[in-house]
Structures are given as C-alpha cells and as structure tokens.
C-alpha cells in the first residue's frame, strides 16, 4: 500500500548544514533502471534527477513491483489499480521515460523472497543496466518515521537482484528464457535515505518534477485536502532546498549509492 515519504526538511535523515557535503552522482553511464513498489514511490523521491538524466539523452525505465491497487481507501482495487498504472505513465512520460512496467506483485503484502528477486533480476538481464535505482530499503526513514513492508522489501530485493542478475547459477531458468547473465550493475543508488552520500543537481528538473507528481492526482486528492499543486509543489521544492544544504547551496536529490 502507498505511503509518501515523509518530508524530508524536518526529518533528521538530510541533517543540518554541518554535516559532510553529498559527493555529485557518476555521471559515466547510459542507462538506468528504477525499481521501485509503487506508483508514485518515483515522483515522491527522484523524479528530478531522472527529468535531468533523460535531458542529457540517458535511458531510464521504471519498474514496479505492484500497480498501486491497495493505495486508495475510497476505491476498490480493480478500479484503483488501472487508474493509477495510468496515471504512473503520464507521470513518467512528464520526465522523459517511455517504458514503465508492472511486476504485479500484491500491493501492501510484497513479499521478500526468491520470487521478488527472480522477477527483478530479471528486469535488470531484460534491461542491462550500469544504474540501478531504488528506494530506501530500511525500517525507518530517519529516527522514528516508519517504513513500509513494500518499500523495504522492494529495495532489499533491488540491492540483492543486482548481485544476481550477473550470477548464471542463480536463477538459472532465466537463461533458458533468453536473458543471459548480466554482470554490468555498476552502483544501486538509494533515494530517501537516512545516510545520502550523493546528489544530483535537481535544477533542471525540479518543475518537471512537480507536475510529474501532480500526474497522481487521484492519490493525492485522497491523501490530502490541501491544493494538489502547492502540495507537490511544497513537499518537492522543501526537500530539494533541505538536501542542497549539503551539496554546494543548489536544489538536489539525494541518493545512498552502493558501489559494486
């Protein structure tokens, strides 16, 4: 089930000015793949830093575990899930990525396991990666702002299916599918974690950015009785202010990046 990331200029985990500068990302990779739980896990992380990276004529494609389908009370899943697969795709399409795909594992009971590492190790033989990107995999977001068991699974899954994907005894079917071993991962970059070490200019993408998450609007109506856009707008704008604290003064998007 979606939640949003709590706000990130008064959680602990972006840290006041004193603490150490966020390195910049790599820059020296083509191509990208985001797993993530939900839609909207993307737009309410680093959609800014994606809009950059499609600017500059890098690939990126979305994969999602599940189609968001327990995310809204109001709604029943068969409804809510195809609106907000829909809704996911013009969002993306607002930052520059065409090709978005669903797992469809069960939105709020994902469970860790094989299959959830099959099915993303899978994803990054399809897609063969140098980025991976994902979303905070730990218990908290910082102090005592919980997590959800989607996310954490997710993300624990994403870190694992890197190291997999190049494995041919692991998952050994996959070959037999046409998906060979695919040793090229070369980071897994966490967005909204508790311990960033790099960053990426959110400047030019940071508008896009808001009307990326503004494309949730079914969700976000249902979240909140505040405007739509001064709600995107004042969540995304705060974060990026908060986290370029720690990155030379700019807007910036966060990331825990994990080389391999």
């Given at each position: 089930?979606?939640?949003?990331?709590?706000?990130?200029?008064?959680?602990?985990?972006?840290?006041?000015?004193?603490?150490?500068?966020?390195?910049?990302?790599?820059?020296?990779?083509?191509?990208?793949?985001?797993?993530?739980?939900?839609?909207?896990?993307?737009?309410?992380?680093?959609?800014?830093?994606?809009?950059?990276?499609?600017?500059?004529?890098?690939?990126?494609?979305?994969?999602?575990?599940?189609?968001?389908?327990?995310?809204?009370?109001?709604?029943?899943?068969?409804?809510?899930?195809?609106?907000?697969?829909?809704?996911?795709?013009?969002?993306?399409?607002?930052?520059?990525?065409?090709?978005?795909?669903?797992?469809?594992?069960?939105?709020?009971?994902?469970?860790?396991?094989?299959?959830?590492?099959?099915?993303?190790?899978?994803?990054?033989?399809?897609?063969?990666?140098?980025?991976?990107?994902?979303?905070?995999?730990?218990?908290?977001?910082?102090?005592?702002?919980?997590?959800?068991?989607?996310?954490?699974?997710?993300?624990?899954?994403?870190?694992?299916?890197?190291?997999?994907?190049?494995?041919?005894?692991?998952?050994?079917?996959?070959?037999?599918?046409?998906?060979?071993?695919?040793?090229?991962?070369?980071?897994?970059?966490?967005?909204?974690?508790?311990?960033?070490?790099?960053?990426?200019?959110?400047?030019?993408?940071?508008?896009r950015s808001v009307r990326s998450l503004l494309e949730h609007r079914t969700y976000i109506e249902a979240l909140t009785d505040e405007d739509p856009e001064t709600y995107c707008r004042t969540?995304?704008?705060?974060?990026?202010?908060?986290?370029?604290?720690?990155?030379?003064?700019?807007?910036?998007?966060?990331?825990?990046?994990?080389?391999?």
């Amino acid at each position: 089930m979606t939640e949003p990331q709590p706000d990130l200029t008064t959680e602990p985990h972006n840290g006041p000015a004193t603490e150490p500068p966020l390195e910049p990302m790599p820059t020296d990779w083509q191509r990208a793949l985001a797993v993530v739980a939900h839609p909207d896990d993307l737009e309410y992380g680093c959609a800014a830093a994606v809009a950059g990276w499609t600017d500059a004529g890098r690939e990126i494609t979305y994969v999602l575990a599940t189609r968001g389908e327990a995310g809204i009370d109001t709604l029943e899943p068969a409804t809510c899930g195809p609106l907000r697969e829909q809704e996911q795709r013009a969002s993306a399409a607002v930052v520059g990525v065409s090709s978005v795909e669903f797992l469809d594992h069960k939105d709020g009971v994902i469970e860790y396991g094989l299959r959830l590492r099959r099915d993303i190790a899978a994803a990054i033989r399809r897609h063969r990666p140098e980025l991976v990107i994902t979303l905070n995999h730990r218990d908290t977001w910082g102090g005592v702002a919980w997590n959800t068991p989607d996310h954490v699974a997710v993300g624990r899954a994403t870190l694992d299916a890197a190291s997999d994907a190049g494995n041919r005894w692991i998952f050994p079917e996959l070959a037999d599918q046409g998906l060979e071993p695919w040793n090229g991962v070369r980071w897994v970059a966490v967005a909204g974690s508790a311990q960033p070490t790099h960053a990426v200019d959110a400047t030019p993408g940071l508008e896009r950015s808001v009307r990326s998450l503004l494309e949730h609007r079914t969700y976000i109506e249902a979240l909140t009785d505040e405007d739509p856009e001064t709600y995107c707008r004042t969540f995304l704008l705060g974060n990026a202010e908060a986290t370029g604290r720690r990155f030379g003064g700019k807007p910036a998007v966060a990331f825990e990046l994990f080389s391999r």
